[in-house]
């Protein structure tokens, strides 16, 4: 099962209309692509879905939303639901996403030693749990420890509500993730711009070494969220 990251409006999101970065590199050399699910059958789009009723959905899904969030927001929940809208996609890998939530957790935690390489239980890390421990009640970087689906509006806290798939899911900030990002990257690596860039040149493996997985996590998320943020767009985990 892999893991992406979805910039772009959320009616396409559930219509299945986007490319992850295999399906594009597999029509783009004229390969045939298979998605499978978590139970291990064959993934298709359901062609049934007419784009305006997933729409209609997805701007009702989200006044709800901002009507239940009250007060706790200084502006209605908003962000690009056109057709015109863009939408951007890049893969991270398990093992970068899971170096970079064990990154968080060791810089807040740094009397426990980091791993080598990234752990298959990576969600039994020492630091991974006391940095969760109480509903993330004790960590600054609940953005992106915590969400799954972040929105292209600034408030310092995540939330939980149901999806339009019925899933309970954890909500957060786009803003402000890229700002906790920016400084666990301050407080880690110090990557600058063309470092980022660099980090993309050397893909996470397993069993390999936990910096290299990090940093590749650290640039894919920074650019997807930058990206999500430029574009007033929801950024979400795909997997």
């Not at 594009?24 to 291990?40: F, K, M, N």
């Not at 009250?70 to 015109?84: A, Q, R, V």
Request: proline fraction near 7%; include cysteine; glycine fraction near 6%.
């Amino acid at each position: 099962m892999s893991l992406d990251l979805y910039a772009g409006p959320l009616f396409r999101y559930y219509l299945g209309d986007w490319e992850n970065v295999a399906q594009r590199y597999a029509r783009e050399h004229g390969l045939q692509y298979i998605s499978v699910d978590p139970e291990g059958e064959t993934a298709e789009p359901d062609g049934k879905l007419e784009p305006d009723t997933v729409r209609a959905a997805v701007n009702d899904w989200r006044e709800v939303m901002t009507e239940g969030l009250g007060t706790n927001i200084s502006e209605p929940l908003d962000w690009d639901e056109s057709s015109e809208a863009p939408h951007f996609t890049d893969r991270p890998h398990w093992n970068g996403y899971a170096a970079l939530m064990l990154l968080a957790a060791h810089e807040e935690h740094p009397e426990i030693d980091p791993p080598v390489t990234v752990p298959d239980e990576w969600r039994e890390d020492d630091a991974y749990v006391q940095s969760t421990v109480r509903d993330f009640s004790t960590t600054e970087y609940i953005q992106i420890l915590a969400a799954e689906l972040w929105l292209p509006t600034r408030f310092e806290f995540t939330f939980k509500f149901i999806d339009l798939t019925g899933r309970h899911i954890c909500i957060g900030s786009a803003p402000e993730m890229l700002g906790q990002l920016k400084i666990l990257n301050e407080r880690t690596y110090k990557g600058q711009e063309w470092d980022l860039k660099s980090w993309r040149e050397e893909l996470p493996k397993p069993e390999g070494p936990f910096d290299v997985a990090a940093r590749y996590g650290m640039s894919v998320f920074m650019d997807l969220t930058q990206r999500a943020i430029d574009n007033r767009l929801p950024l979400r985990l795909d997997y």
